[in-house]
């Protein structure tokens, strides 16, 4: 079945650059999505991109898609520690109600 | 900006108990979504309406049922609450190019 993949962890230091990155299996993917989980909280949109477009550019938040590939990542420049949270990779292919979300990378930013 | 509210951050209830999870958006979104969220296993869709009174079954719909007799109101239902359903249980709306929208999240403990 589908499948989206990302690493657990990633820690990176306070003004460095983070890149968070996400494999997907489902070539019929339409949309994917970077979703942002603060501790407690739901999950906040941060960023979405069509299958059809390599890259999106939104302030601080890059993102990148290599759809030969099925590889997808989040760049987010100057990260501050106010960006500590789970990201989350999500894809869906637009015909269905199915969302299939990856297990989240926990970003950890050291002051 | 689109909101969806959730009607408890934290619950606690016993096993065998009935318990209702609320969800409300202010967006007249048609579609909506609950969604379980357990570590390591990241989100697993439960339900999904699709219009008021409509309803499909979701990944893991055992143990719960739902109701929307309005379109801004979707609720979860845990008919006789089991400590296995103990967990973060989000909703959400899904807006235009195919973004969901989540609530704050209910944290529910079955004791």
């Known amino acids: 079945g589908e499948d989206v993949e990302q690493s657990l962890f990633l820690s990176v230091r306070e003004g460095d650059s983070s890149v968070i990155n996400c494999t997907y299996t489902d070539s019929s993917s339409t949309y994917l999505y970077w979703y942002k989980q603060e501790p407690g909280a739901g999950l906040q949109l941060l960023t979405y991109i069509f299958s059809n477009m390599d890259i999106k550019q939104d302030q601080r938040l890059t993102v990148l898609l290599n759809k030969k590939d099925k590889h997808l990542s989040l760049r987010i420049a100057d990260t501050q520690t106010g960006d500590s949270a789970i990201y989350f990779c999500a894809e869906s292919d637009g015909g269905t109600y199915k969302y299939i979300f990856g297990t989240g990378t926990r970003l950890k930013v050291l002051a | 900006d689109v909101k969806v509210t959730q009607s408890s951050r934290y619950l606690v209830k016993r096993t065998g108990e009935k318990v209702f999870l609320e969800c409300v958006q202010d967006m007249d979104h048609e579609n909506m979504f609950w969604y379980r969220q357990d570590p390591g296993l990241g989100l697993r869709l439960i339900y999904f309406s699709y219009d008021v009174k409509m309803k499909e079954k979701g990944d893991i719909p055992e143990g719960y049922s739902v109701s929307r007799e309005k379109k801004e109101r979707f609720s979860l239902i845990l008919e006789s609450a089991s400590t296995n359903q103990t967990s973060m249980y989000l909703c959400?709306?899904?807006?235009?190019?195919?973004?969901?929208?989540f609530g704050p999240g209910t944290r529910l403990l079955v004791l």
């Open positions: 959400a709306s899904k807006g235009p190019w195919e973004t969901q929208y």
